[in-house]
């Protein structure tokens, strides 16, 4: 496609509860990042993938967040026992190099952990 | 600890003023982007600088790099309604990722 597809645009959690998060890249792009955003300000970095590889994970929290990159399917982002500090805007963005390139962003997911 | 620090957090001015904001770095830079972000959108690029002491102009919009590759400035002109939005510095990352500052949020009054 020609934009960054998120989906779902809401999703809301009760405490505990498993989410589930989609992001389809833009055709042709190499390369798939995840960010949380808390409170419309900060991004935090969680993930990026060059294709369906890990490229760098080191803003995943390990124990509960875990994200994969699979051929022919949407990218997606899960969170097993959601907690209400999870609640956020997570953001996806795909690009055709990882430097010095645009990064295209998608709408963003509003998870909200009640 | 944030690899870019963003100043200020929150600026709010009225229509037609000038402003600033900045990024900066203790890390060197190969470049530098900004975005902004609108309510409800993700955030879209305005510029890339590449250069040490690079200064790119986008309408009323002046993007400078520093000559050490270390920081970063948005000056607006005559700002305007329009220009209210999250603006975000974003670099190279220790793991060589793209890493995002915590941004400026702007609001021009009218």
């Known amino acids: 496609g020609e934009e960054v597809a998120q989906t779902p645009k809401h999703l809301v959690r009760g405490e505990g509860q498993k989410a589930k998060l989609y992001c389809a890249p833009i055709k042709g792009h190499s390369y798939v990042f995840w960010y949380q955003q808390v409170l419309k300000n900060e991004f935090k970095f969680l993930i990026s993938f060059q294709n369906e590889n890990v490229f760098d994970e080191t803003g995943m929290p390990k124990e509960r967040f875990s994200a994969k990159c699979l051929p022919n399917s949407p990218c997606s982002l899960e969170i097993q026992a959601t907690k209400l500090e999870d609640s956020a805007v997570y953001f996806c963005a795909s690009s055709q190099g990882r430097l010095n390139t645009e990064a295209f962003f998608g709408q963003g997911t509003r998870l909200t952990v009640v | 600890t944030q690899l870019l620090e963003q100043s200020p957090q929150f600026l709010s001015i009225q229509e037609g003023e000038n402003l600033t904001v900045y990024c900066n770095s203790s890390?060197?830079?190969?470049?530098l982007q900004w975005y902004r972000q609108e309510p409800g959108e993700g955030p879209v690029l305005l510029v890339t600088?590449?250069?040490?002491?690079e200064v790119k102009k986008l309408k009323r919009l002046t993007f400078q790099f520093g000559d050490a590759r270390k920081d970063s400035s948005l000056h607006i002109t005559a700002a305007q309604p329009g220009d209210t939005g999250l603006y975000l510095c974003?670099?190279?990352?220790?793991?060589?990722?793209?890493?995002f500052g915590a941004g400026t949020r702007l609001t021009v009054k009218p």
């Open positions: 974003a670099g190279e990352g220790n793991n060589n990722d793209m890493r």
């Open positions: 890390s060197v830079f190969s470049s």
């Open positions: 600088v590449v250069t040490g002491g």
